[in-house]
Each structure stands twice: as structure tokens, then as C-alpha cells.
């Protein structure tokens, strides 16, 4: 059963501005913290940025202040602005829902906490 659904990945050229989309279609969104990850080519799945139930937010070091994370939680929808993309930045995104509600705190940066993901979607960023 779907749960999660991403939009919004492209082609862009370095230096360039992307937003990603993404739907939860399950229930009670505004109880659960949301977050985005990240797989490059011969990568493992790494932590890109985190919205807490509250609306606290916590990002990777390597995308501090180029990428922003927000909710709109009547529209059951997390989204991810990306500005100033790097090549280093191509990688598949992933949503994910954390597996237990109304947490906050850093532990929303690790995967584990996670237990619902989109389908991903491909961002590439051309140098």
C-alpha cells in the first residue's frame, strides 16, 4: 500500500533551485515527524534534513543553509527547497514517516527511526 509519494526531482544545472513534494495518503500527519534522505550511485541512504510533529527542524551539515524543510500539515504534505545545487547533490530522494509519533530531537536525523518511505525521486545536478 502507498503511503508516501514524492514529485518535484529533475534535471538542473549547478548552482540552481529545485522543490520537492511529498503526499502522505496515511493518517494522523501532523502527529509524526517527517524526513528527507538521500542515495547517490554506489552510496548508502544518507540523512539530508528532518521536520519534527512540532515543526523543529534539523538538517545534514553538508546542506545547512542551502536547503530548507517545511510542512503544510491540512495538505498532509512535506516539502524540501533546495537552492544553490551542487553536483554532489544528484542523488535519488527519498520521504520517509517516522515510526513513532509525536517525537522530537535529533533522533529524527537517524534512518532507523523511519518505518514508511516513498518510492524516491531522482534529482541531477548538472556542473
Known amino acids: 500500500q502507498v503511503q508516501l509519494v514524492e514529485s518535484g526531482g529533475g534535471l538542473v544545472q549547478a548552482g540552481g533551485s529545485l522543490r520537492l513534494s511529498c503526499v502522505d495518503f496515511?493518517?494522523?500527519?501532523?502527529?509524526?515527524?517527517m524526513g528527507w534522505f538521500r542515495q547517490a550511485p554506489g552510496k548508502g541512504r544518507e540523512f539530508v534534513a528532518a521536520i519534527s510533529w512540532t515543526g523543529g527542524t534539523y538538517y545534514a551539515d553538508n546542506v545547512k543553509g542551502r536547503f530548507t524543510i517545511s510542512r503544510d500539515n491540512p495538505k498532509n504534505t512535506v516539502y524540501l527547497q533546495m537552492n544553490s545545487l551542487k553536483s554532489e547533490d544528484t542523488a535519488v530522494y527519498y520521504c520517509?514517516?517516522?515510526?513513532?509519533?509525536?517525537?522530537?530531537?535529533?533522533?529524527?536525523?537517524?534512518?532507523?527511526?523511519?518505518?514508511?518511505w516513498g518510492q524516491g525521486t531522482q534529482v541531477t545536478v548538472s556542473s
Open positions: 496515511g493518517r494522523s500527519f501532523g502527529s509524526y515527524g
Open positions: 520517509a514517516k517516522d515510526s513513532r509519533g509525536l517525537r522530537t530531537g535529533r533522533g529524527l536525523m537517524e534512518l532507523d527511526e523511519y518505518d514508511s
